[in-house]
């Protein structure tokens, strides 16, 4: 169900670890015992998200005391509401920001950003990622490139949107809005579309109302 990636860093997990079965409502907390084998409560997640100097049991609460974390499979959270990712250009890099108080909590705690120089692989290994995909879609909207090389191009950029691949939410932002409106690809525009069922804020950022039926 989770492609083999960290539900919550995107990383894949499966070439170097088996990963963590993670309670979202840690189950050390009492009030949420209740939730221990409850399914919906339970995340694939990497041994580092999981670990006692990130998510561990840290479980804060908002003053109606609802989780400032959120839980990436619950549909009703608008995800992109509250995290906006960048590609840094100058220093190469790619971030993921938090623009909400729960955003922010999100960053924080699983230091996707490598503030508390806790995830250093993190930030290479996703930066290189969306490295990679820039160069590939400056290639793919070249003028000068022959329509061989550009095919392959395009099929690489179709490959960084697959759902298993790691840190697809920037795939998302920086590369399906494009292969859907520019190349008017069938998969993308439905893929675009499915995402931003689950998205109103994608939705209009990827402008879904403006790809035809
Ligand atoms: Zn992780």
Same mark, same amino acid.
């Given at each position: ?150 095919? #392959? +191009? @395009? =099929?690489? !950029? %179709? ?7 790691? $840190?697809?939410? *920037? /795939? ?14 069938? #998969? +993308? @525009? =439905?893929? !675009? %579309? ?7 804020? $994608?939705?209009? *950022? /990827? ?7």
């Amino acid at each position: 169900m989770f492609q083999g990636k960290c539900a919550y860093c995107e990383s894949q997990i499966r070439i170097v670890d088996y990963g963590d079965i993670e309670h979202f409502c840690p189950k050390s907390k009492s009030e949420y015992t209740d939730l221990t084998f409850e399914w919906t409560n339970l995340l694939l997640s990497c041994t580092i998200c999981n670990n006692s100097q990130h998510k561990g049991t840290n479980f804060p609460l908002d003053a109606n005391k609802k989780p400032l974390l959120i839980d990436p499979t619950d549909e009703k959270t608008d995800i992109f509401e509250h995290l906006q990712l960048t590609w840094d250009q100058t220093v190469k890099q790619a971030w993921i920001d938090g623009v909400t108080d729960r955003g922010k909590t999100v960053v924080d705690i699983f230091d996707l950003n490598d503030k508390r120089g806790t995830r250093k692989e993190l930030i290479r290994d996703r930066s290189k990622k969306v490295k990679t995909m820039l160069v590939v879609f400056k290639m793919a909207t070249s003028e000068t490139i022959d329509d061989s090389t550009r095919k #392959d +191009a @395009i =099929n690489l !950029l %179709k490959e960084s949107c697959n759902i298993e691949e790691p $840190y697809l939410a *920037f /795939a998302l932002f920086y590369i399906l809005p494009f292969l859907a409106h520019h190349f008017q690809d069938l #998969d +993308a @525009i =439905n893929f !675009l %579309k499915q995402v931003g069922q689950r998205s109103p804020s $994608y939705s209009q *950022f /990827a402008r879904i109302n403006q790809l035809p039926d």
